[in-house]
């Protein structure tokens, strides 16, 4: 028992423990993903390999790796490799201070909520050296779409998680869940005697987050339809696959952020304690990460101007009333 | 201002919607055909290449070898043989076979039988990578039904 709780034994299982469950959702998530399209364009999806097509993501993980990494004509080959592996690694290194529960956490540090946030901007730069480094139009054009979206979507993301702070007064993302405690009321999302528009502040949340992870209806910086895989168009086989496995990962990490913030991470719906919160905290996840692909499969594309026009006249003006409005009612109450 | 929050309000009022149409399709039944593990029955009218009839009674082909058929077809791909055995009153059908490489399923040769002996067949998966496999004995093809 003693060896198990030792610092480098914690550390190891933690580690192997938050690469494997983001490779496996980065791989079911696909799954999932043409599953649920399949079934809201009334298809079936995957079907072939495995029973409910479940073997299908290992066959393509294989495919992947099985394929030569070609590096094109004319690219920046130290950029053109590292580009992926810096989607990939803010990503599963901010798996390290999300609570899953009360005690599962890789580390419980009191700048959780500013760590993932440095890591995600790092995110934004793995895109911008992937597009640039490949030596592409398609690509390059992607990646400045990207970095005008990612820039226009933080300020009201930021701004948001501002107000939850200070609701707060930790950055502790385990601290920011235990003051959730007691039933779906008391959940961020509900606590109108912090801010009226709280409900707004996790909608605002929500569309900043999917702006953030380059999806649907906001996937600028991968529109098939006029840049052909946008950034991901000159890379090969796994380079493509890692790239791929770290927006799932980023996509994973919003929605956990969401849940965290909001949603009262893993406390209990109903303020009852005999189930695991590991299990309400994963419920709530994948409740979200539905919604997420949900979405993707509803909206079409923005054009790039309404994307600027949503975040700049809209987003960010709400948000800074809501910081406002938050910050009166903290100083009243 | 109104008309700010008019658009947003009837934005996300429009979004809800179109979620709300997603998730009822989600729920609804498949209706795709898993094809080469099942397959539509045709419909009566399809016209798939011809075959030959057989008579109710004797399930020998109708057909009398009067060769309008053959000769009706604008691109020939109707071979027929027939001879008259002794003592018999009609000619009878002894082979019969289709070229369907050239046959553009026009049915003439269908409206020219004034016997009934030829009719649209309902086969379809006929992809093959052998011409051979196109020409059909519609005679042999006849026993093998009856």
Known sequence: MSLLQSEPIRVLAFLVGIIAFAALNAAYLVWLERKEAGHMQRRIGPKEVGPFGLLQPIVDGIKLMSKQLFLPKGCDPILFMIAPLMVMVPAIMSFVTIPFSETLVARDINIGLLMIFAFASINVLGLLLGGWGSGNKYAIIAAARTVSQNVAYEIPMLITVIGVVMVYGTLNLNEIVIQQAGGFWHWNVLNLKASLLMPVMFIIFFICTLAETNRAPFDMAEAESELIAGIYTEYPGMGFGVFFMGEYANILIGCALTVILFLGGWQSPFGETFVPGVIWFLLKLYAIVFTVIWIRWTYPRTTFYGLLNLSWKILIPISLVNLILTAAMLKVF | ?146
């Open chain 2, 1 to 146: 201002m109104s008309n700010y929050f008019g658009e947003i309000f009837g934005g996300f009022q429009s979004l809800l919607v179109g979620l709300g149409i997603t998730i009822k399709a989600f729920f609804d039944p498949v209706v795709t055909l898993q094809y080469p593990h099942e397959s539509l029955k045709m419909t009566p009218r399809f016209r798939g290449h011809i075959e030959l009839v057989g008579d109710d009674e004797t399930g020998e082909s109708k057909c009398i070898v009067c060769g309008m058929c053959q000769r009706n077809c604008p691109t020939g791909c109707i071979t027929m043989a027939g001879e008259k055995p002794e003592g018999a009153k009609k000619k009878v059908l002894t082979s019969y076979v289709l070229n369907f490489t050239t046959c553009s399923l026009c049915g003439i040769c269908v409206e020219s039988c004034k016997f009934g002996a030829i009719a649209f067949s309902k086969d379809y998966n006929l992809a093959s990578t052998n011409k051979n496999d196109f020409i059909f004995d519609l005679k042999k093809r006849l026993g093998e039904k009856s």
